[in-house]
């Protein structure tokens, strides 16, 4: 790899095993970040390697806690920007998870390094239409007005000079609106598979079928969709449960109380008592509207869970269909009359289709397969930094801004 790489994170997300990669090949700078130290040296990141500026985190906690004015809430993103647009040594690489890069890229205009986002999403335009289309299919308020923050972020990313995408939707969503296609690179994540160890299981006779999902249960993240399965299994005479395993949304909670499904709300897991929980489901969903690669499907797969997952997500590139998992688009019940009752009516075919999907997860997504992608990436972006501290004007990945 070519020089190095700072990482700028406001969120946890996959930055250590985004981190982790570029350390194996001797690629990683600094990770800057609004979180305390230990997040990240628990997970295996040197201390000498993180700039942490935890106090707008904790400020806006404790204005939660107290129950005191919003206004009062600091901008997290744009704190840590300041935070980093003020360090007097920054490595030629500078790549931005979650939204911080709207509040640096301009304060780094003048500074000759490379500009990345890790897109962890389609194109913001394309994420708030998903966002608000489950709204509206929820019965609930929603606008298909682009507001003012949305349209700042995409300006923002026009200035960056790679985006680097976890699947192929999320490349094409940026590329049709017209940002370089050799600007727009594929790195699919990776999932630590002797964590989320394979899991052999029996088919699931004389007991309910259990759906797991993990996650923010909310809204956009498809919980209607969620539920319309369970009713509609319901309706079938298939006997199924529903396994919640992450935080409630209120307007899901809502939604959650007025269905009939059968839900167990197994809150927020993590380490063993997550896998555990994938340990004992039958199936894994995802069900969501607008999703770019999920770590959280590959980590369901890795433990030997054929995915139920939405088409609107980056989650169908890691399904053969039929095999590993089965894709839906419509999630009406003539679809789950169609997709769904040959492994729900036949819960013996589930075993064989877990297995495909440990062995897929093991061969295609391990971190081992993730590094390599990681290392490819970054080697084209540090290319391009040596052009840029060499005095070379380079051009950014945006088209209309070249």
Known sequence: MTGKVDIVVERQWHAPALARALMRGNGLGRVFTGFPKSRYTAQGIPPEKIRSHPLPAVWNLAVSKLGLPPALRRNEPACLASSVAASRELSPVVTCLATSYQHLFPKLLSRPVVRVIECGSMHPEDHFHFQ???????????????????????????????????????????????????RVLLCPYGVDTERFRFHPREAP???????????????????????????????????LELHLIGPVDPEAEDLISRSSANCHRLGVLKGEALVQALHQADLYCLPSYEEGFPISQLEAMATGLPAITSNDTGGREAVTDGTDGIVLSDFTPEEFDARLRPWLSDPTLLPAAGSAAASKARELYSLDAYSRNVGSCYAVAGELAARALSGESIRVSHRGNA
């Open 132 to 182: 608000q289309r489950a709204r509206r299919e929820a019965g609930l308020l929603w606008s298909p007005e682009l507001p003012g923050h949305v349209a700042e972020e995409i300006e923002a990313s026009k200035l960056a000079h790679f985006l680097v995408c976890g699947s192929r939707m999320v490349v094409e969503s940026y590329v049709s609106r017209g940002y370089d296609p050799e």
């Open 205 to 239: 006779l004389g007991r309910p079928i259990r759906i797991a999902t993990v996650g923010l249960i909310g809204i956009r993240k498809g919980i209607l969709r969620l539920l319309r399965i369970a009713e509609w299994a319901q309706a079938s005479g298939i006997p």
